[in-house]
């Protein structure tokens, strides 16, 4: 090889994110033409993913990692988001039975190939909702990566949007009695901008139940919840302020 090549491969491989992921564009943006990658891959520096992603050859690809690269590299608004996010801010309550799963939500209606690859230690699972406000990703650092998350505000609302399918509600209040600080303020935007009658109501019903002081800060008057009535569950409880119908088990919790 020749040694300019060797010094851009040592070079990539020194600014490239440990078990993550290089895309095709940062790599024009850094002098690494399409035949240079070639070659690399020939030579079993690198591995394709998929078209215009790759990744160092050997390397167990971290989800995370994957995540901070796309972040560090590319213009797209990925984010960890729902349960994701608020393990990152120390809130957590389910144990994975086998691979784990990160929840992904972007700007973008369409999942991003890489998403769907299972080399990852962790599964992804993308959503996408117009219904939620976008808002910008809180960074956190993790294991030495800068991640981009949801604010636990946005986080808790993406848990009951994705409810019941991939939460059920009883799993959404044990994150919500976890959620003893969030900003009273940026709620009320949050719940402003929400378009979903389903995951505000169930929301408010839920943070009136915690009965956390940022709670009483909130004004329920600015927030429109509609006025039809909502089966969420069959044989429930129905809740005459917020007209829904909960699990019981929920209704019944203390």
Not at 9 to 28: H, K, Q, V
Not at 49 to 63: D, K, M, T
Request: net charge neutral; hydrophobic share 40%; proline share 5%.
């Amino acid at each position: 090889m020749p040694l300019d090549n060797a010094n851009k491969i040592n070079r990539l491989l020194a600014e490239g994110i440990p078990n993550g992921l290089y895309f095709s564009e940062w790599l024009a943006e850094n002098g690494y033409s399409p035949q240079l990658l070639q070659q690399y891959r020939n030579t079993g520096w690198l591995e394709m993913l998929n078209r215009g992603v790759y990744y160092r050859a050997g390397e167990q690809l971290s989800a995370y990692a994957a995540v901070a690269s796309c972040a560090k590299q590319t213009q797209t608004h990925l984010r960890l988001a729902a349960h994701s996010a608020l393990e990152l801010h120390g809130v957590m309550h389910f144990v994975p039975m086998g691979k784990p799963r990160a929840m992904i939500t972007t700007d973008r209606r369409h999942k991003m190939q890489w998403l769907q690859s299972d080399l990852f230690d962790r599964n992804f699972h993308y959503f996408f909702t117009p219904q939620l406000p976008a808002e910008e990703p809180e960074m956190w650092t993790e294991h030495g990566l800068q991640l981009p998350a949801s604010s636990q505000e946005l986080a808790i609302l993406e848990c009951l949007y994705l409810a019941p399918r991939w939460y059920s509600y009883m799993d959404v209040f044990y994150l919500m009695e976890m959620l003893s600080a969030l900003r009273s303020n940026l709620v009320q935007t949050l719940l402003e901008r929400t378009t979903s009658y389903r995951v505000k109501r169930m929301f408010l019903y839920m943070a009136e139940k915690a009965a956390y002081p940022w709670w009483n800060k909130l004004d329920l008057s600015r927030i429109d919840i509609g006025t039809g009535t909502m089966q969420l569950v069959e044989n429930g409880v129905y809740i005459s302020k917020y007209k829904i119908t909960i699990p019981q088990e929920l209704k019944e919790y203390e």
